[in-house]
DNA sequence: ATTAGAAAAACCGACTAACAGTCTGTATGA
DNA sequence: TCATACAGACTGTTAGTCGGTTTTTCTAAT
């Protein structure tokens, strides 16, 4: 049962900080709804913040799986790097999870995903753009530190629904022209990002 | 003593946070430090986050007031472009402020900057670009989105200290991109911003 | 012009409720 | 018997409230 518990007031938590909000969702709630005790609690974690990072892990690390899932797939260079960097934004059946990270209570939580994101995202991404610069279809030094940007433009971009199709046009260009590729190689993105968030 | 007493309470509440950072900084420890009771400073204030945007506004403010400066200049376009850009960032003299906007406990301020910094940041550097493309020297369409990605980026890439010598690169090389620049033109950012943060 | 007195603005500090985290245990299984 | 797993009362700190007091400002009658 020790696992097990664990892995149960994750879940339990993370529901409850998508629905209601980190901030919102005190301890006692949490313990509440897990029917434990605060000790309990405090045995597994050593703090709320600790919890917070630990189902933030496990919501990028979902995220991580499903994108990951375009490097092995016989498409275009450009739509794999697409794929890629739309399938680490929460997608339309985690429209929930957008709102909460986008709610003034969730700054911390919110924060915190972009950073990790980041992190995890640079590394499934870096193949990708190898790949394509061998191919002749990219052309560009610096690989790290422009998917570094492009991830930040992602993140702050997309992830608040009050995005544009002025946005996404922009965004299109940027990336074009900071990884080299041809221009409107990657039109194709306008129809993914809106159909996914938009929808 | 009534508009003054307001301005004093924000000039200490300012010092603490940028000093122990927003969460560690009590309201009891405020109305210590300013020597009056609780309830004046409810009196004058609706709640702590109250002063914490209100705090914001006023560095903010600073912030474009040196930077408007630029607009007035006889200096190159892309000088001016970027003169504003980093001047939107916490100054030398400053450097308290950019360690405490990326301290772990003052995320929600940092946010709160990085949103009022993009959204008072757009319209001045809307005049500056509208100036480029006239003169032939700028080249690009949908301006307010771009200034909206420049800012993020700007934001994101040079507020923690963690920048490297490649980021710089890119960045300058993504700005000249993006705006439809000559390539090279930017490339004296590399000194300025090298020389603001990292000096 | 002076002043009583009413009204409004400025201020006080004890209080509350909610919260994260602690501590001293007890039960249970190896 | 020893470690793992759990319990729940308790503490300290916090943002915010509330009923009351002082100070200033305005009004009006002398």
Redesign the pocket.
Known sequence: ???N??QELLEIAYKMFITKGYD??????I?KEA??????????F????EVLDLVINDMIDKEIIVASKYIEMQIPIEQKLIGIITSLRPSIDEKNIAIALNDDTNIKMHRKYNDKLIDSGTKLLKEIILEGINKGIFNCNNIEERIKLLLIMSNELFDNNNYSEKDIEVFVDTTEKMLGASKGSMNFIANLIGGKYNG
Chains 1, 2 share one sequence.
């Open positions: 049962m020790s696992k518990r664990k919102n969702t005190s301890v006692d709630e313990i029917d434990i005790a605060k000790g309990t609690f405090y045995y597994y050593d703090s709320k913040d």
